[in-house]
């Protein structure tokens, strides 16, 4: 057990099941992430792996075959899985928000028809939100759903789906003007449609079409995929929620979960960073001494070692907020900033450390370097969460002279 990153007031339930998910990760997924990643191979074994231990099926409720747990245990859940292999986490992360929106905003039908098979990772899910020309600007989507009798006719092309070809239900953001007339705002007039497919890549379902893997610098492993909809025919009943115009409101309280996630993941991938940097320093020899006796490198261990603390400490502190029933969108910003900027920071000390070495692909440390920038970006970049954190601040610190 390391001594950094510990979080105390775990319940013993808790516990166990990280011990569960450290030892997979140890003895499953970090023996093999840095082949399979060179040869971008889904790692289905992993899954399945995944799939027995509950998994897929942590935060869903106990009713509906799920283990019920809090978002505090699934992000250290996220945070062991990330330190293994990045991608890994990012296979059950859009699987989790798509479980999470059904628990929240699911009509009693939609909940009893996906959860249980979501629970138990027969059903994969994908979420969609992001377009060829908008990822930041959501309310600029143009993916239009029209009504025609009991169904809606959905058009139009998504960008950057994780998992959109290996999920078989995709929660997608599409505009829908019916009911909302002309001057509504844009996010007031934005559906989501629960959208079930078979997983794979051509034409998916009639009218909908999951066209190939993109190729990554990293995060391989894990599909990244466009979504084309042409005369997409979806029933009315699968409106999430049932009412359309909540779309926005219910991809934010998704996304908002997902940023605690993208937190955790930094955690796990800076903690692997730090582990590998702190042991290459003992091993490599300069001058007549180990390079970990350099003053230089010391204080890169130390840095490393503090933004380490930090990030662990903010992710908590978040899914606690969140799972206290508070908002917690401002803790939720700031620690996605934070720890994926320092994640960053602590693969490139780590890298650093590695000398000429972190350049070659035989050390785990040059696919964490080609990982950790995806994390600058998904679920919002940098500049967005500032955003999201400014607004708050102001809320909370209305001046009131
Ligand atoms: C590997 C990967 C997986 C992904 N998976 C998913 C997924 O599963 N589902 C999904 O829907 N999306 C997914 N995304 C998309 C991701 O959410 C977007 O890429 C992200 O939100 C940024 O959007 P963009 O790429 O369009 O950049 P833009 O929005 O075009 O931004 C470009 C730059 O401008 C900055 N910027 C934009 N607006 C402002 C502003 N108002 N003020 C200051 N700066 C600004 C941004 O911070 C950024 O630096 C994924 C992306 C990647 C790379």
Redesign the pocket.
Known sequence: MSRLAQTHGLTDVQREILSTVRDFVDKEIIPVATELEHRDEYPQDIVDGLKELGLFGLMIPEEYGGLGESLLTYALCVEEIARGWMSVS?IIN?HFIVAYMLKQHGTQEQKDHFLPRMAAGDIRG?????EP?????VSAISSKAVQDGEEYVLNGQ???????GTSSLVAV?VKSDEGHPEGTAPHKSMTTFLVEKEPGFGEVRPGLTIPGK?D?MG?KGVD?TELIMDGLRIPANRVLGGATGRGFYQMMDGVEVGRVNVAARGCGVAQRAFELGVRYAQQRHTFGKQIAQHQAIQFKLAEMATKVEAAHAMMVNAARKKDSGERNDLEAGMAKYLASEYCKEVVEDAFRIHGGYGFSKEYEIERLYREAP?LL????????QK?IIGRRLLEEYRFQG
Not at 377 to 384: D, L, Q, V, Y
């Open positions: 990012g859009t994908a979420f969609s939100m992001s020309a908008l990822g930041s600007d998504k960008m950057w789906l994780t998992n959109g953001l993109i990554k995060y990244t995806m970006i998904g679920e919002g970049t940098a500049e967005i955003m």
